[in-house]
Each structure stands twice: as structure tokens, then as C-alpha cells.
């Protein structure tokens, strides 16, 4: 992708921008019932991206709570996590509207949708900032993982993990995953700073795939860069 396209792409994302809900605001607050995740193949500095249209074009869409954007660590891939008011609102996201984001770059994209009223116990206990968790902290860098592993999640051993997850360094809080359908199990993450989130991602996560026997995915993101866009949309990272 080159910088001349990126005028050409901010044209036609524009051209998908329709008024901003006045709901929107209210409905941040809401509890989640659904997340997504989202990851488009590009690799763009975030200043070059089209996010300001892109954010009044998600604030109208069906049972949007919330988004926190994301630039990957060394890809800068540009995607979201996501908080919705029904896993239907959720599955209509991924399936109808978030599909033209990456057809107007012209590339392959990746979405997940993740079940948020199975893992709200577990999250709670790791101060989940998308269940009431402290906002004191600004985070520095987050943590996507999923391990390629089906389990409900109501018979995952969760808080032993939680004990051992509350003494890595520099983790502030979690949000637990568990895949629609699939029943995969992960993790969105906040850390203090880009070195621990990486430390964490690189060397510790690696070690509990392997007690499971299993594979595994990981993304880093520096939360940063992303922080303005990610306050216009309501992040509950951002107090």
C-alpha cells in the first residue's frame, strides 16, 4: 500500500459516513453481552488512516457499546476490540458492515466474535475495565491471545489461571474470551508498558500453550498510538 492511495481510501470510507447515533454515548456504559475482534491486513501508519470517519460510521451501527482501536507492535496492522449489547448485534457487525472497512484497502481481513456473559465472573476477578474495573491506570500496550483449544468456558479452570496471571508483571487487567461456536479460549490484555506486554506474549504465554498442548495465536498492539481514536470511541481503557 502506498501513501498516494490513502486519500482515495479516506474518500471511499467516507462515503460509507452516516450521522452519529445520539445513543451512542449513552449506550457505552451499557454491560456487554458480545466482543469482536478485528484485524485488517494492512500495515499503514495509524496517523494515515481514515479513523475519524471510520468512528461515526460504527457509532450508527446496531448494538455498538464501545471500540478500542489497535496498530500492531512492528506490523502496524490496524484493528479493534469491540463491546456489543447481544451476540446477534455482534454476529450482524462482522457478517454486514465491518466487511466494506477492508474491501475499501482492498485487503483480507480477520474478525472473531467472543461470548462476554460467559467470562464476566472471570473477567471481574481480573478488574476488567469492560465489567466496572479501575480506569486509574492508562494502559501501555494490549495483549490479544487465543489458543486453538474447545472447551465451554463454564468448565475451564479459570481461577488458577487468574492467580497466576495477577502475579505477571505489568498486566492491569484482562478480559477472558471464549469463542462463539467454537468455544476457543483467550484473552484481551492491558499492560503498563509495550516491554511487558511483550515479555508476556514472547516467553510467558508460549510455556501455557504448551502445558495444554496447543497451539496458539498472539498480537501485540501499542496502545499509545491509539489512544485518541480509541477515546472518541468510548474505550473503557481511558477514564
Known sequence: MTDQNIPKIMTTVAALVAPSSPKAQENSSMTPKAFVYTEVA???PFDQAPW???????????????KTWLQGHSTQTIGGFYAFDSLENARRFVTEYFPSEPRAFGVAHNTRVFDAQAVKEA??????VH??????QKPGAFVYTELQFSMPFDEFSWQPRNQALKQQTGLQNKVW???????????????DTLDHALDFAINA???TAAKLGSAFYTRVFDATITEEASRQMFSPYYG
Open 123 to 128: 473477567s471481574d476477578d481480573m478488574g476488567s
Open 205 to 207: 504465554f508460549p510455556e
Open 177 to 191: 474470551l471464549s469463542g462463539v461456536s467454537t468455544n476457543t479460549i483467550g484473552g484481551f490484555d492491558a499492560f
Open 52 to 66: 475519524l470517519k471510520i468512528n461515526e460510521v460504527i457509532k450508527t451501527q446496531p448494538g455498538f457499546l464501545n
Open 42 to 44: 494492512i500495515s499503514v
Open 131 to 136: 465489567f466496572g474495573g479501575s480506569r486509574a
